[in-house]
């Protein structure tokens, strides 16, 4: 059989999924950035110290060699400057760098020390004498920092200013003792390393955009592809509800119609019987109940029922006061009293369905009633603000643990300890009441603490505001 109310995919539900696939692209992309952002540092990392261990390498190597030639530089140097002071006794005017002072060594061709270096504006050699007096230099980078008071036998490396150099003592056997002769200081600039490190970083930050940015077309596309069996099933489930809902309609019509005759003549039924059929009337009655609510539901749900609704401005004060008329007679069975201060607020209308809002304040209306002990109070209140309206139910009732709060709008859920099963309840009353607040653009929100009550705080675009965003979201 046919119905009118099979839901098919809408805009609420889309935007569901969409919110859902929204998360996980994030999530994945939250995943990825981390593996790509860890994965970059590492191999950053792991080339600049392979680069500056291979730098080091090299000044060892220089300092090592220059090392051999300390004693023949400090022989002429001290030779040099004993010369200039014997013919003029004032400071000597001594040769500028190592070119200069091993002249005779070099064109006799017994020099060994390397005359030059691939990067020769980028290095520098400087021997210095046991007392740490720089004697004489080669190249044209040198350190602006003295050399250190204490350099260990294994040498000293110190980086500053785009600089790094390296020093090592050197000794020489006299008399089967070690004797200090001097220190020797190799240095060389890092800038093009800087650079080069500098263009690394800049590279793996663009590959890890660009492959930011192709996993976020990969994983659309997959997220897309993966929640389109997810939706399906989820369509499918509430067309079978409403299919279902539909067709109960009929045999539970027939079952409550011949519980009612049996019911108008009580003489006909046995005494013993009486009870199951009050039980059959009863089960029937909130079966029917149940049946609406899914109804309700899936008509909510559907896109083309939502398009068939006639949406005006409804007063949201006539609305409450309706609500709480038809909550009386259950408030004063229970000596409950219900509060109204706003009653005198008049022109605040929201743009929705009127029988749908009924039902929303009347749920929440009804579920605070129900849940408030004898002698309590239920509290609305209602809020005009610039371009909304907020409404308080407030109740002095059981409250809901902390815990459950999150889970309250939940279809069919029912907390074990501050919410027992009443009769007549189908445990959709506060679904149905988020589902319609959040049709019309509305914002539902609920706290509580228990022993002491819980409050429910509805708000809605007024009807200026509301009405041109209504028609645009049932337009799409």
Known sequence: MATDSTPTSNPQSNAQFKALGTRLLLSYLAVMTAILGISGVSIYHLLAGRLHQQLDSHLQRLAQTSARTL???????????????????????????????????????????????????????????????????????????????????????????????????????QNEKRQLIGYVRASESTAILEAELRRLQWGLGIGGLVALGLTAIGGTWLTREALKPVECSFDRLKQ?????????????????????????????????????????????????????????LARIDDTSMSESLELFPVPIDEVVEDALD???????????????????????????????LRRLFGNLIDNAVQYTPEGGTVSVSIQRQTASVAVTIADTGIGIAP??????????????????????????????????????????????????????????????????????????
């Open 71 to 173: 004693g023949v530089v400090r022989h002429e140097y001290e030779e040099h400057r004993e010369k200039q002071q014997s013919y003029d006794g004032s400071d000597p005017d001594l040769p500028e760098n190592l070119s200069e002072l091993m002249a005779k060594y070099r064109k006799d061709g017994i020099f060994d020390v390397p005359s030059e270096y691939p990067l020769p504006e980028a290095q520098g050699v400087e021997w210095f004498d046991d007392r740490r007096q720089l004697m004489i230099r080669e190249g044209n980078l040198f350190p602006d920092w003295d050399i250190s008071a204490y350099i260990p036998d294994t040498g000293l490396t110190k980086h500053k200013n785009y600089v790094k150099s390296y020093a090592i003592p050197v000794y020489v056997e």
């Open 326 to 356: 038809r909550a009386a007679i259950a408030a004063d069975e229970k000596n409950i009293q219900l509060h109204y201060p706003d009653a005198s607020i008049e022109n605040v209308e929201v743009c929705a369905n009127s029988g749908h």
């Open 240 to 296: 079978f509800t409403a299919d279902a809902s539909h067709e109960l309609r009929s045999p539970l019509t027939a079952i409550k119609t011949s519980v009612a005759v049996m019911q108008t003549h009580p003489e006909r039924i046995h005494p013993n019987d009486r009870k199951k059929v009050s039980a059959i009337a009863s089960a029937a009655d909130q079966m029917s109940e149940l049946v609406e609510d899914l109804l309700l």
């Open 403 to 476: 815990e459950d709060l999150s889970r309250v709008f939940d279809r069919f859920w029912r907390a074990d300890k501050a919410r027992s099963r009443r009769q007549g309840g189908t445990g959709l009353g506060l679904s149905i009441a988020c589902t319609i607040a959040h049709r019309y653009g509305g914002i539902i929100t609920v706290s509580s603490q228990l022993g002491v009550g819980t409050r429910f705080r509805v708000k809605f675009p007024l009807a200026s505001v509301e009405r041109e965003s209504v028609r645009r979201f049932t337009a799409s």
